[in-house]
C-alpha cells in the first residue's frame, strides 16, 4: 500500500470466480462502509482511494 497527495493506494491478486468486497471505516470500532466491489478474474487489482477523509482510515478486502 501507499499513498499519494490526497489518495490511497493497494494492488493484490485476484482469484477467478471470486467476489471482492473493499470496505473501510475511520474509526477502529466503527462500521465498514462500502468503497468499491468486483468480480475476480486471475490478474491483480488496483484499488485507489481518492477521498480519505480524516486522520486515519483502516481498510479491509473481503472474498465470497
Do not use: C, H, M
Request: hydrophobic letters at 40%; proline letters at 3%.
Amino acid at each position: 500500500p501507499y499513498g499519494f497527495a490526497n489518495s490511497f493506494r493497494f494492488d493484490f491478486l485476484s482469484q477467478q470466480s471470486f467476489s471482492y468486497f473493499v470496505e473501510f471505516k475511520t474509526q477502529f470500532q466503527g462500521v465498514w462502509s462500502q468503497l468499491t466491489n468486483f468480480q475476480g478474474n486471475g490478474g491483480v487489482y488496483t484499488v485507489i482511494d481518492d477521498a480519505p477523509a480524516g486522520a486515519s482510515r483502516f481498510y479491509r478486502l473481503r472474498a465470497q
